[in-house]
C-alpha cells in the first residue's frame, strides 16, 4: 500500500533545531513531488515548503524561508525538513504529502496533494 510515515518530532526549546523524515512506500517516490504543511490547533492547515520529483526545485512559505530546508533522497525514497531556529509559532502537527504533478499553483495549498501521511507533533517551548 501507498504510504507516508513522518518521523523526528518532538519537543525542543526555541532557538533549537529539528530534521523531519518522511519515508515513503508503495511508490515510485522519484515520481513525485513532495511538500510539508503543517497545522496547529484551531487553525487551517498551511504550506510549509515544497520540492520537485528530484530536488532540482524548491517553494517555502516567505515567513519560513531561512530557517527551514527541505530536501529530499530518492534512492533512501525520503523526504526531510530541516527546521532551525525553532519558534514557539512553529508548534504544530507537521504533515508530509506527495502529488504528482508540480504546479505553480497547487504545490502550496493541501488540495495539491493526493497522499499524506499521518503527521509528527512538533512543539517548541519559550
Known amino acids: 500500500q501507498v504510504q507516508l510515515v513522518e518521523s523526528g518530532g518532538g519537543l525542543v526549546q526555541a532557538g533549537g533545531s529539528l530534521r523531519l523524515s518522511c519515508a515513503a512506500s508503495?511508490?515510485?517516490?522519484?515520481?513525485?513531488?513532495m511538500g510539508w504543511f503543517r497545522q496547529a490547533p484551531g487553525k487551517e492547515r498551511e504550506f510549509v515548503s515544497a520540492?520537485?520529483?528530484?530536488?532540482?526545485?524548491?517553494y517555502y512559505a516567505d515567513s519560513l524561508k531561512g530557517r527551514f530546508t527541505i530536501s529530499r533522497d530518492n534512492a533512501k525514497n525520503t523526504l526531510y525538513l530541516q527546521m532551525n531556529n525553532l519558534k514557539p509559532e512553529d508548534t504544530a502537527v507537521y504533515y508530509c504529502a506527495a502529488d504528482r504533478v508540480w504546479g505553480i499553483a497547487t504545490r502550496t495549498v493541501p488540495r495539491g496533494y493526493s497522499i499524506w501521511g499521518q503527521g509528527t507533533q512538533v512543539t517548541v517551548s519559550s
Open positions: 520540492i520537485s520529483w528530484s530536488g532540482g526545485s524548491t
Open positions: 508503495g511508490l515510485t517516490f522519484s515520481y513525485y513531488a
